[in-house]
């Protein structure tokens, strides 16, 4: 199955400052999904983004499916965007299933 | 409210005992999946289901069984619980053909002692 790597595993920033979360995976992919898990252990779904940009507030992702990675940008981050930032790739191509990287935990100093 | 809905939030067994966690959507989505999530290890999947009547194995399913009897309802089920069993468990949906992004539950908090 494929493999999925994130980094960095941990990042503190001051409020207000720019950062970019990177997943790479190691096979082709139909289907790439980024999440944040809140504080209190929620799991939302953030982007549905197999290939391209989307945009949604002060959140973008970007997907380069040819070259395998995907990156995350939060830009003029807000307290409340503290948590861990995980992205999923398809265990196999085609499949529902997926596989999850290890996280970035993102921690937003006041 | 349209969702995922787990029970329950909090559990602690004694080493030995079983129980069944509930999960349940209202969202009509085929695809249902149970995860464990532990420590600096991500979320690794148990067991899934594609539809009614259908399951199958994920990556760590030992000691846990599932059953699909309707599209609404994936029931996981510990048999006789470890104290590696000791986790958060996730159940997530989505429609089939990856069309749309994962919704999860709550989660459910299990200490095995």
């Known amino acids: 199955g494929i493999q999925v790597e994130q980094s960095p595993p941990d990042l503190i920033l001051q409020e207000g400052a720019n950062s970019t979360l990177r997943c790479n995976f190691s096979d082709s992919v139909n289907n790439l999904q980024w999440f944040h898990q809140n504080p209190w252990g929620q799991l939302i779904n953030l982007f549905y983004i197999p290939s391209g940009t989307k945009q949604n507030g002060r959140l973008s992702a970007t997907t380069v499916a040819t070259e395998r990675y995907s990156l995350l940008y939060i830009s003029s981050s807000q307290t409340t965007d503290s948590g861990v930032y995980f992205c999923a790739a398809p265990t196999n191509f085609g499949n529902e299933k997926l596989t999850f990287g290890t996280g970035t935990r993102l921690t937003i100093i006041p | 409210n349209a969702g995922v809905t787990q029970t329950p939030k909090f559990q602690v067994l004694k080493t030995g005992q079983s129980m069944t966690l509930q999960c349940a959507q209202d969202?009509?989505?085929?695809?249902m999946s149970w995860y464990r999530q532990d420590p600096g290890m991500g979320l690794r999947l148990i067991h899934y289901?594609?539809?009614?009547?259908?399951?199958d194995q994920g990556e760590v399913p030992n000691g846990y069984n599932v059953s699909r009897s309707t599209t609404e309802d994936f029931p996981l089920r510990l048999l006789s619980a470890a104290p590696s069993q000791t986790s958060v468990y996730f159940c997530?949906?989505?429609?089939?053909?990856?069309?749309?992004?994962?919704?999860f539950g709550s989660g459910t908090r299990l200490t095995v002692v």
């Open positions: 969202m009509n989505h085929e695809y």
């Open positions: 997530a949906s989505s429609y089939r053909g990856q069309t749309y992004g994962y919704t």
């Open positions: 289901s594609v539809g009614a009547g259908i399951t």
